[in-house]
């Protein structure tokens, strides 16, 4: 009974003087795990952390989870974790004879290992693997074997065997290790500790022998709940809503309390792990999912439940560990100290005079509580509202609102100066013309003033007043000089400035822009400024400020804390005189809406990123796992990106930005707090993904690359390009081959039609020139015919003239001399007449030459017309007209013409041929027609033939004798020369003449 209540007490005190605050944060299948069951809980080597639930397996990286299930087994169900995470090699039970591996951050179904089977037989007895306080809910009686590295333990309900992995030795102990089919051992640095409740001590065992034992209490409650993990060497006691940590150290098993929760029902608890390096612990629920604890470096106090609201505004250090307020209150770390009672007080102003008297504002009265008097006693000065307020060694510096007599509520400022330190005689005032909100000292002869409209520099010596924000407006809500002597301008809405040489210069924002609200600048002595808003606290360096300040290009990274790290509340309070302070033990304090901020800066942990990791995708929604190469399809319409960090602080604090290169205007973008990057219609080739991620305080980045590589196209590969471009070549080339080809062609056509034309048109000029000279012989043969006709007309002519002149003139009208004149007209008129006729005949030819079409026509048929002409005279003269021509012969020769000719011929061979015959055949030569006309008459002399011959052959040039010859075979020749036909006189044998005509048969062009 003595030792319970001693117990008892030591926990009470351990639980009051070293439990820590913490943040919890829930998290169940409503926010991202796929069960609501942890049955355990590991970190690996990369610095995930790592959860077996009844659906599935759980990756956490602090932000994200991300759940592996639809194993190829036949639950997904999973309990312990085992193995050796320091060799990348996790595994989690499955299916008998398989598990799953957690290797290199990712799960997949593997063999279990050989010396951790789930189950196993020895000695017909059967045993399952235990390593960690996983319980296997059996009424049957179960067995247990343990794993360590220089050997294995076998636990049974009274006996406990080692078996030595090197010797195969075995040590038995007669020990109850089990109770209700739960082992009563844990394991801690290679050790087995027995849980012996009747001898109410933990006994340790060593390779199967005890070496030690240890009264610990605390294990011995009925309500104690132990939760270990051999895997993790990790011993958690969980008693009364109390966690301890249970280590091995120095020969001794020590517990040390951990934190308390409150309002927390326990029993529900099945596995735990602490990470100290981000000083979170992780509890699974059976029922309740896991929670995170985070224990933090900042304590929140509020009032006494007695009091109002914990909004707290203005606060001044009271000791070297605690702060007053405005009500007279007064605070440490550990909550309520005192109460000094001041009433009525303003919330909004609070400080301390030369004498340690603190100064209040009520109303419109000051109100100074006498230290001497431990802050009871108060002297009042009536009818000044102090906003700010200063001293020094010879005078009281006061800033004072004044309500303007004007339509509107409105304030202007006075600067006053007191002589000796007190409010009692005014030295100098001057006039703000804004309402003021802040005063502090620039220099020995300025001060700076802030306003609601303006920052002013005010000289003390000249009274002038100098606007420093030209015609922007600013409301100054805190003006804070830092150690360096730079003074800082803390704005409403504008965030804060640096004044540099009477030039107010804009610091940047956050990436969330709560800096625009920042309240005031607490520096530690790190050369950090740490800076409350109205969403966080901020912690920054002042030197990133300065080197901003000079260089735009520059980067200033603020750090983030927010609820999680232990307010409650992420609203600091500003737009007091002090809003915030600094303690002499290095604690800064800080008023929220609810809550006071004690934290010591040099102790507060800063968390950055170690690894970044770039293995995942999602390519249009199907996971897709790569080392350093990513393949992708010109298909893809997105791809996802996943950029995994395991980070387990602010995921505000986490930098990360990315870039793809080979795409036109890249540049660093920021990545979000789901850790993906988003690529869509990228083309095909090798891309480079670069990420970058800040590691350090200091602006120290690594980066991740990874090559994307998206296979063109066939059409779009070099080889492709290098044959079409072959292809094109080959295609111009034989373009241009067959243009020159084309071209030589046309050249040839038109060369061809040039000379065809040239031939055509030379032809022409030929024929031209033919014509011509068959022109000129016509016209001059006519000129000769005609010439010769008139010349033998004349004679007739003027016979008849001088016969007839004669006759009249001698008047001698005998009738034998009548009778010789008038056979002698008679005789000269049928001459002209015969002339006259002839003549006509050859005009009509000559004109139906010119004007006929030449036509394809029978010869027979046109000398059969003949024929039928001259029958009657024939038959007269006991002639025969023998037509042998052959019937089906054809000819081009002119109709006109040749009828004309052969009418001719006809005529003369019938008129001269008597009791004969006149034939007419044909012969071909060549292209010519040999048409023979042979009579059996009395024929033509010699001279006529010579005559003809010659005069065919001379004909322009050989005088015509008409009159001796007549007109018809005259006429037949210079037709004959028109159809450039021939004619050959041939006198018979026996008797008669022969006509050998010699025609061209051939169409006329």
Known sequence: MKRTILFLCFLFFFFTTYSQKYNIQLYNTDNGLPQNSVKDIIKDRYGFIWLTTENGIVRYDGTNFLVYKNFPLASQRFTYFYGYPEKDSIYTTGDF???????SKFAKVEKPLKNFSTFLIKNNSHYLLYCSNFSYASSTPINFYMNFKQGRYYLKENSLTYVDSQSKSE???KIKTLYNNTPRVFAINEMLFYVDFQAKKIIKIEKGKITGSYHLPSFMSAKTKILWSQVNNQVFILNKNTIYTCNYEKEELKISSLLHLNKVKDENFISAYYDKSYKKFYLGSSIDGLQIISLTDFTTVTRPPSKPE?????ILPFNSSSVITPFGEIYNRKGFVDDKKFKNANPFFLTYDHSGNIITQKANDIIIYQKASFYKNTVSIKKLLLKDFFFDQNNYYALFSELKINKHPEYKGILTIYKNQSFKYSRKKIFINNEPTKLIKFNQNQVLVGTA????????????IYNLTGKSELFIRNIVQSKDGNFWIMTLGKGFYLLKNDRLIKMPYDKNNNISSSHTILEDTNGFFWIPTNNGLYRVSERQ???????????VYYYRFSKDSGFNTNEFNGGTNICGGRLENGEFVLPSLNGLIFFNPLKVNIYYPENIYIERAEIDNKPQYFKENLYLKQESNRVDIFIDVPYYSNPDNLVIEAKLSGTPNAKWEPIGKDGKFSISNLGYGNHTFVVKMLVSNKGKFIYKKVNIIIPPYFYQTLWFKIFTFIIILFLIYFLIRWRIHFLKMKNHELEEIVNSRTKSLSDTVEKLEITKTKLHKEIEQQKKLIGTISHDITTPVKFIAMTT???LDKNDFNEQRIKKILNSVYKSSDQLYNFTITLKEYADI?????????????????????????????????????????????TWISKNILSAIIHNLIDNSVKYTENGSVTIENTLEGENIILLITDTGIGMDEKKIEYYTRLQDNIENEKLLLQKYGMGLHLVLQLLQMIQGKIVFTKNKLQGTSFKLILKNKKDD
């Open 453 to 464: 409209k303006a920052l002013y520099k005010v000289s003390l010596e000249t009274n002038k």
């Open 846 to 890: 000559y004109s139906h030459y010119r004007s006929d079409k030449t036509e394809l026509y029978s010869l027979y048929q046109l000398i059969e017309e003949k024929k039928i002409l001259f029958n009657e005279i024939a038959e007269n003269n006991n002639t025969v007209i023998n037509n042998n021509v052959d019937p089906s012969l054809l």
């Open 97 to 103: 004879e398989k598990a799953v591996l957690i290797h």
């Open 171 to 173: 040590e038995n102990l």
């Open 545 to 555: 400020l300065l080197q901003y300040a000079q260089n735009k290009k520059s980067k």
């Open 310 to 314: 914990s909004n707290f505004y203005s």
């Open 805 to 807: 002149k004669e006759v």
